[in-house]
């Protein structure tokens, strides 16, 4: 297995220590793509629906389980967005959100970077103020209750129109709703980014951080689009700009951060099995990528498992695996001063064994 020392994927600032000192253990990571309803295990699925007395088309969990097999993104958001259902109050939401904090904090995860879909909830008759306090009143003691530090991001679908997009945005900066960046998911193949462009320039003027799904399963040119026109900071998946070797080049020159999430590309077939998976090649060309849960309870897995799985297939060193944690840390929006403390402590300090 190739040694990634050589390449510039860790800046000087952030570098790795040596390869002999970085002990096997459970890494402090940064999670920077995840989607909290994707957090939804089918047990609390079962349990919120019997609490808000909503009749369920599975009768028993493991009906439900037998559904999560997925040809490919729509298959897989058709039952995201159906399950969503039992979401009714805002204790539902905080429910979901303390579940998912308890099994990233057993992860390693230290910082928490969490999508979660408005506009999916506002169409089912789901205030704005519940989901968005439901899942903040969490968030808000995350640090305290799980050593978690936390941001919540805005996720827009972009199968629908951007005039949506632009009433929530406004409904949210209206409500002065605690997050601290929007990010741009749901069906991608026939929905560019530049159909979000104003809703970008406002996010932006409202000093909001910017993510967006690209290349997950779009091509590559959506990636570049969502860097030249939506000016995002970091791309979510972006495994397909593999196929373009110039874009590759530019991601690498500019440190372009990109969320990659394996398990998630293997059960939506974007890659037939994870052997096939481009991560070591990512990880050779220099580029800035980071592992990923996406949708834990629908894809067969938390970070820790995602790490668990590419060790095995791939071998990755222990050096692969710090980097892709330092390379999490360097590329989320905590404060420089929450990235050096998760830098110390993925130096040799702290970690929980
Ligand atoms: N891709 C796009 N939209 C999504 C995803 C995903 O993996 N998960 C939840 N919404
Ligand atoms: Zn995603």
Same mark, same amino acid.
């Given at each position: 297995?190739?040694?990634?020392?050589?390449?510039?994927?860790?800046?000087?600032?952030?570098?790795?220590?040596?390869? #002999?000192?970085?002990?096997?253990?459970?890494?402090?990571?940064?999670?920077?793509?995840?989607?909290?309803?994707?957090?939804?295990?089918?047990?609390?699925? &079962?349990?919120?629906?019997? %609490?808000?007395?909503?009749?369920?088309?599975? /009768?028993?969990?493991?009906?439900?389980?037998?559904?999560?097999?997925?040809?490919?993104?729509? !298959? &897989?958001?058709?039952?995201?967005?159906?399950?969503?259902?039992?979401?009714?109050?805002?204790?539902?939401?905080?429910?979901?959100?303390?579940?998912?904090?308890?099994?990233?904090?057993?992860?390693?995860?230290?910082?928490?970077?969490?999508?979660?879909?408005?506009?999916?909830?506002? !169409? %089912?008759?789901?205030?704005?103020?519940?989901?968005?306090?439901?899942?903040?009143?969490?968030?808000?003691?995350?640090?305290?209750?799980?050593?978690? /530090?936390?941001?919540?991001?805005?996720? &827009?679908?972009?199968?629908?129109?951007?005039?949506?997009?632009?009433?929530?945005?406004?409904?949210?900066?209206?409500?002065?709703?605690?997050?601290?960046?929007? *990010?741009?998911?749901?069906?991608?193949?026939?929905?560019?980014?530049? +159909?979000?462009?104003?809703?970008?320039?406002?996010?932006? *003027?409202?000093?909001?951080?910017?993510?967006?799904?690209?290349?997950?399963?779009?091509? #590559? /040119?959506?990636?570049?689009?969502?860097?030249?026109?939506? +000016?995002?900071?970091?791309?979510?998946?972006?495994?397909?700009?593999?196929?373009?070797?110039?874009?590759?080049?530019?991601?690498?020159?500019? %440190?372009?951060?990109?969320?990659?999430?394996?398990?998630?590309? $293997?059960?939506?077939?974007?890659?037939?099995?994870?052997?096939?998976?481009?991560?070591?090649?990512?990880?050779?060309?220099?580029?800035?990528? !980071? $592992?990923?849960?996406?949708?834990?309870?629908?894809?067969?897995?938390? $970070?820790?498992?995602?790490?668990?799985?590419?060790?095995?297939? &791939?071998?990755?060193?222990?050096?692969?695996?710090?980097?892709?944690?330092?390379?999490?840390?360097?590329?989320?929006?905590?404060?420089?001063?929450? +990235?050096?403390?998760?830098?110390?402590?993925?130096?040799? *300090?702290?970690?929980?064994?």
């Amino acid at each position: 297995m190739e040694n990634y020392a050589g390449t510039s994927a860790v800046p000087e600032t952030a570098a790795v220590e040596s390869e #002999a000192a970085i002990p096997a253990r459970l890494l402090p990571v940064a999670e920077l793509h995840l989607h909290i309803e994707g957090t939804l295990q089918p047990e609390l699925i &079962f349990a919120l629906a019997e %609490r808000n007395g909503i009749t369920l088309p599975y /009768s028993h969990i493991d009906e439900l389980r037998q559904r999560y097999e997925f040809t490919d993104l729509q !298959s &897989f958001l058709d039952l995201y967005y159906a399950n969503m259902a039992v979401l009714q109050t805002e204790e539902d939401f905080a429910a979901m959100t303390h579940a998912y904090l308890e099994r990233a904090a057993a992860s390693g995860v230290r910082h928490a970077e969490i999508m979660m879909d408005p506009q999916a909830h506002l !169409s %089912r008759g789901i205030p704005l103020e519940t989901c968005v306090n439901g899942v903040a009143s969490v968030l808000a003691t995350s640090r305290e209750d799980f050593g978690i /530090s936390t941001m919540l991001i805005a996720a &827009f679908l972009r199968d629908l129109p951007e005039e949506s997009a632009l009433e929530v945005l406004d409904g949210l900066l209206a409500m002065d709703a605690p997050i601290g960046a929007i *990010g741009l998911d749901s069906a991608e193949v026939g929905n560019p980014p530049a +159909k979000f462009e104003r809703l970008y320039a406002r996010a932006r *003027g409202a000093g909001l951080r910017l993510t967006a799904h690209a290349g997950e399963e779009g091509p #590559a /040119s959506y990636i570049t689009e969502a860097l030249d026109v939506l +000016k995002v900071e970091r791309i979510d998946h972006g495994i397909r700009c593999m196929d373009d070797p110039d874009l590759v080049e530019r991601l690498v020159q500019e %440190r372009i951060p990109l969320t990659v999430c394996p398990l998630s590309n $293997v059960r939506l077939r974007a890659v037939d099995t994870l052997a096939d998976h481009p991560l070591p090649a990512m990880l050779a060309a220099g580029l800035n990528v !980071s $592992v990923n849960s996406d949708d834990p309870a629908y894809f067969g897995g938390y $970070v820790d498992d995602n790490f668990t799985q590419l060790q095995a297939v &791939f071998e990755l060193s222990d050096f692969d695996r710090a980097r892709l944690a330092a390379n999490s840390i360097h590329s989320s929006f905590a404060s420089e001063e929450r +990235k050096a403390e998760l830098l110390e402590e993925l130096n040799g *300090g702290d970690a929980t064994p």
